[in-house]
């Protein structure tokens, strides 16, 4: 029996939401999982790029192709929690979603791994385990939540491992620009910059901006929202691991129509939110800092998915 998951990117965070904002994109990996009958064969895992072309190794150096993969031990935990152990599997993943740049791409590989192997197991699982293994697995919800439910979504992880989820309806007229650079920057070595602690007003200022950017989105108020969309608790650290990104920021501060500009995820890609502004402007804007940098770029103004991931055979 084989199945087939496909599962929306997603960007985290937000500005002030870190750990728990994450909204979810229309560009896809599809996670194809396959009981095979061959005793002894093991696990196989396979990146393919949307042609079905193999990947180049090196693209996927920090992706493991065994049994210490992410997609691996999502399933594994999955078979775990019922009582079996998984057997043969042949796991394909078809991948357009751009690795390591902020945008979901190891929580897309947990969540499709998770829906295929719960339905080949019989949908053992319901939503919130799947979203608690997952999120077991990511270390926090804010890429899985989106990529299993779609659309915008506030999740936590509470201290007895439960998770919170609530979807917030994202303002239509809301465009987001998605700026994606030409280089990688993975989640480890973005989260290992940050402090363990932090000064108590960066706390307050961080809760009183997420407050602030739920009633915007709720009232649909792109002015408390221009005001909400600051942190100090991941970016400012980031920031030097980004290059352009403080440029990029600066550019959109005064600009009215420009809601904000934020790191999706752990970066390296930006997200801009805007309402009625020139897009062209924001992508020459944006291409001219990164390249005056030597940095391509790949630049798509796009709605959000409000569909999460669904097994599509
Ligand atoms: N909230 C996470 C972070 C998202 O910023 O590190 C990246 O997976």
């Known amino acids: 029996m ?8 997603t960007s985290a965070n937000l500005g002030p939401g870190f750990d728990c904002l994450g909204l979810a994109l229309p560009i896809y990996n599809t996670i ?4 095979t009958v061959l005793p002894g064969t093991g696990i196989e895992i396979n990146l393919m790029t949307e042609e079905e072309q193999p990947l180049d190794e090196m693209i996927f150096d920090n992706i493991p192709k065994d049994e210490n993969s992410i997609i691996y031990k999502a399933v594994e935990m999955l078979y775990n929690s019922i009582g079996q152990e998984p057997s043969e599997l042949k796991i394909n993943v078809q991948s357009q979603i751009p690795i390591t740049r902020g945008l979901g791409s190891s929580a897309s590989v947990v969540v499709g791994g998770l829906l295929a192997a719960n339905k080949l197991l019989g949908n053992p ?32 992880q509470e201290d007895d491992g439960s998770i919170i989820c609530e979807k917030l309806n ?9 700026c994606i650079p030409d280089f990688e920057l993975s989640t480890n070595i973005a989260r290992s910059v940050l402090p363990e602690s932090v000064k ?50 600066e550019a959109f501060k005064h600009e009215d129509g420009v809601i904000g500009c934020v790191l999706s995820g752990a970066g390296p890609s930006m997200l801009i939110i805007s309402c009625g502004y020139d897009l062209d402007k924001i992508k020459s804007k944006v291409k001219e800092i990164w390249e005056g940098q030597s940095i391509k770029t790949d630049i798509r103004t796009l709605k959000i998915e409000p569909k999460g991931a669904e097994i599509i055979e």
Do not use: C
Request: glycine share 4%.
């Open 125 to 156: 699982a319901d939503t919130t385990a799947l979203l608690s293994i997952a999120t077991e697995v990511e270390g926090h919800p804010d890429n899985v939540a989106p990529a299993i439910l779609g659309g915008f979504v506030l999740a936590s």
């Open 170 to 178: 994202w303002p239509e007229e809301w465009d987001i620009t998605v």
């Open 200 to 249: 108590l007003q960066d706390a307050v200022f961080n809760a009183k901006h997420l407050a602030m950017l739920i009633q915007a989105v709720n009232n649909k108020d792109a002015k408390l929202m221009k005001m909400a969309l600051h942190d100090k608790l991941h970016q400012p650290y980031r920031e030097k691991l980004v290059p352009g990104m403080s440029e990029i920021m």
């Open 2 to 9: 084989k199945v087939s998951v496909k599962v929306p990117a």
């Open 32 to 35: 194809t999982i396959e009981e």
